[in-house]
């Protein structure tokens, strides 16, 4: 199975993966995500560009959590972002999910952007990715970097095909 | 005492109670009902949820019947790609495999509900020649491995030969394969072009018994003398057991794409068919037998004391000499609108994706081919039109990566 794939090649503890492990872990986790992984692209191939991360997150709680960022060995900011009228900003006030709710981070729409890349992302790189909430622990995972078009059509201009002065994160 | 209502409600997995009121009958009917209905359910979907391992000491795809529909993919490498892009895309297929084997979807497919499940898909992964020389690994090609030589038979063009690397996709299911191909195709597209790809099929599962040696179209029963899956035999003729260590548990590739000439060989008489094979076309006995797998005995005469097995017949020419010419034969029938002008009906071309698998391609392969090249009465009706060698390396355990070792 890939969760296995992804699993050993992270050679890192199991219970960090909530999301991937096998049912034990995960039924003791707050959050699990799916299907994250990571757009490679002329975006990302060089150091101080950007990219986004998408996934599906459950949260596990009976409580709403938000997720508010991250932290990555690739990015000194991890930034979540929504395109509205097909423009890239800022989530204020981060993502907000429902007990028992599932986020979809997707191209288009709702994501977690690295930005100021410290190192290049191209297809086929392993990125690690810290995912922080609210009301929750932490996350983290270990990416696939692809360069996927999944959903790139569902809007104009997108992040990565046309970045625009608004893609500057909020300070 | 028992009552056949409780039997019926143990049947159905509830819980058995001694003093059921007279509605729990029907109850458990109903239950057990379902019970079948699901049961009826799942079985219709079986060749979808049939899965092959894909991981271990070898790749899948190999030692392994062949599935219904295969797609063999030569690529070839962008310009400047290096050892450490290998491994990414190594990396990106070896995660791919994991889960189209298993029957999901690739990460970040577009279109994940297309992939109903594996229906024993397998990948096997390879590289040419061509691959080594452009990446400076002359000093990691597997013993034996390498071009093999022009025979005089030979017609090869080249959008049917070569490549640097091979992906072999195989499904029971056309449809999952073509949406498998796509991902593993654009999962490569960072890395390599797609130099050819050919497409062969058998039988779909359910129309012969399991077991059953495939018939090629010229009618034949093709690939009789094989070794048997999980044998000693199998081990020692195709896995790869010394040398470079990715690729120990690997073997090695030839795929030969042959053209038949059926409208002439369909003219020909039945006698003088099986007298070109050697076997016989109603079950593939060899013509001193009656059985499929009957020995072959090459000494036997007839009563004007004629060989029985001509001298001329393939089966003469192609069996092994001595034992270091066994290897692992399989076919896969291609059917294609030919480029070429012909004067077949349609213009349609029938042939085999011939495959070969050995541990060392120049020791096993090669004298056999050999041989044929010089004097088989079948070269008069099939004529190699693409060839390619490929290196398959080893199986991965969960978390390695194709091939790590060789790029690294």
Not at chain 2, 119 to 133: Q, Y
């Amino acid at each position: 199975m890939r969760r296995s794939v992804l699993l050993a090649i992270a050679l890192a503890p199991a219970f960090l993966f909530a999301s991937v492990a096998p049912a034990t872990a995960a039924t003791k986790a707050e959050v699990t995500v799916s299907g994250a992984w990571v757009k490679s692209s002329e975006y990302s191939d060089h150091v101080g560009g950007m990219t986004g991360v998408f996934a599906k997150i459950t949260n596990k709680t009976k409580k709403t959590i938000t997720l508010v960022g991250g932290t990555s060995s690739f990015a000194p900011m991890v930034d979540v972002h929504q395109v509205v009228n097909g423009v890239m900003s800022h989530k204020p006030g981060g993502i907000k999910i429902a007990p028992g709710k599932t986020v979809v981070l997707q191209p288009g729409g709702l994501h977690v952007m690295l930005m100021g890349l410290k190192k290049t992302i191209l297809s086929g790189t392993k990125v690690d990715l810290k995912l922080t909430f609210t009301g929750a622990k932490a996350v983290s995972l270990k990416l696939t970097a692809k360069s996927s078009a999944s959903g790139e059509e569902t809007y104009t201009p997108g992040p990565m095909t046309s970045p625009s002065p608004s893609m500057t994160p909020n300070k | 005492m028992v009552s056949r209502r409780q039997l019926l409600l143990g049947a159905a997995g509830l819980a058995g109670g001694s003093a059921l009121a007279g509605g729990g009958g029907a109850l458990a009917a109903e239950a057990y009902k379902r019970g079948f209905a699901e049961a009826e359910a799942k079985g219709e979907i079986k060749v979808a949820k049939a899965t092959l391992p894909w991981s271990g000491k070898h790749q899948g795809g190999v030692e392994a019947p062949a599935q219904a529909h295969t797609n063999f993919i030569a690529l070839n490498l962008k310009p400047g790609i290096t050892r450490d892009d290998m491994l990414r895309w190594m990396l990106l297929l070896t995660e791919d495999i994991a889960a189209l084997a298993t029957g999901e979807a690739v990460l970040a497919d577009p279109s994940p509900e297309l992939i109903v499940g594996a229906a024993n898909l397998s990948v096997t992964v390879g590289f040419g020649p061509t691959l080594f020389k452009k990446l400076s690994l002359e000093d990691k090609m597997p013993i034996g491995f390498g071009e093999i030589p022009a025979f005089k038979i030979d017609q090869l063009k080249d959008e049917f030969s070569g490549g640097d690397v091979l992906l072999h996709v195989g499904a029971e299911d056309l449809q999952i394969l073509a949406h498998a191909t796509r991902a593993l195709l654009r999962d490569s597209d960072d890395f390599g072009d797609v130099k050819w790809i050919q497409s062969g099929f058998t039988n779909a599962v359910g129309t012969n018994r399991p077991g059953t040696t495939q018939r090629n179209l010229m009618g034949q029963v093709d690939g009789t003398d094989n070794p048997e899956f999980g044998s000693e035999n199998f081990s020692n003729q195709v896995w790869i057991d010394q040398g470079p260590a990715w690729a120990i548990g690997g073997t090695q590739l030839v795929l030969r794409r042959i053209k038949m000439n059926l409208e002439t060989w369909d003219s020909l008489g039945r006698e003088q068919k099986e007298q070109t094979i050697g076997r016989n076309l109603h079950n593939g006995a060899p013509l001193n037998g009656k059985n499929e797998r009957d020995p072959i005995d090459f000494e036997a005469t007839n009563e004007f004391g004629q060989k029985v097995i001509p001298e001329f017949a393939h089966i003469r020419r192609a069996s092994a000499k001595s034992m270091d010419e066994l290897f692992f034969r399989r076919p896969f029938n291609y059917q294609a609108v030919s480029a070429d002008q012909q004067s077949t009906p349609g213009n349609l071309e029938s042939g085999l994706l011939w495959t070969a698998y050995a541990k060392n391609l120049s020791k096993q392969y090669v004298p056999v081919q050999e041989r044929l090249a010089s004097f088989d009465l079948l070269n008069k009706w099939t004529t190699p039109v693409g060839s390619a060698t490929f290196a398959i390396a080893r199986g991965v355990k969960p978390g390695e990566i194709l091939a790590e070792e060789l790029f690294a």
